[in-house]
């Protein structure tokens, strides 16, 4: 079994019913330099992860009590830049399920780690910091992936027939 093939059953569990649809890829420079942006801010995101981890393990070392929440937001600024990159690795393949993820997470997890960081005492200031980067960061991929060459360069795939019934022009 190849790496791909493996793949392959990894984006039928994370495209579902799109999972199959797949664009050529475009030519439009603009779609290009989108996902190098894109995938320079997502480094961007990692890197403040990893510096999330190496300040709360520093803390820890000495003596400091960090707390679960940080340590859970840590493991997860990690797991969701990750997945962000398969989604971003993916898209840049042409598969159709990949970009709607990347623009469905990016809207989504702004939210959340804004959210998050208004929680007063759930997080140390510099922890609350981060959020607030992580999600501006994420907010800057949400705009370039909502692009209009950027949506054009992958267009929504033809709805299959529901059933097996046909109807005639006047919906019969």
């Known amino acids: 079994m190849t790496a791909e093939s493996l793949l392959r059953k990894l984006d039928k569990i994370a495209g579902g019913s799109m999972a199959d649809h797949r664009v050529a890829p475009s ?7 989108a996902f190098r942006v894109i995938t320079w801010m997502l480094i961007a ?3 403040l992860g990893i510096g999330t981890v190496i300040a709360s393990v520093v803390l820890t070392v000495n003596g400091d009590d960090v ?6 937001r840590c493991l997860v600024v990690l797991g969701i830049t990750t997945t962000l ?3 971003l690795w993916r898209a840049r393949l042409g598969w159709y399920w990949a970009i709607r993820r990347l623009q469905l997470f990016s809207r989504i997890f702004p939210i959340i ?10 997080y140390p200031l510099w922890v609350t910091t981060e959020q607030i980067i ?5 907010i800057g991929i949400s705009d370039y992936l909502q692009s209009d060459y950027l949506r ?4 929504k795939p033809a709805r299959k027939p529901s059933s097996g019934r046909k ?3 006047e919906g019969r």
Request: net charge negative.
């Open 134 to 138: 992580f999600a501006i960061l994420l």
């Open 45 to 47: 995101c990692f890197l």
């Open 67 to 72: 707390g679960f929440a940080v340590w859970m």
């Open 85 to 87: 990159f398969y989604f």
């Open 167 to 169: 109807v005639d022009s």
């Open 27 to 33: 030519d439009d420079p603009r779609v290009a330099r």
């Open 152 to 155: 054009a360069a992958y267009p």
């Open 113 to 122: 780690a804004l959210v998050l960081a208004a929680i007063p005492g759930l």
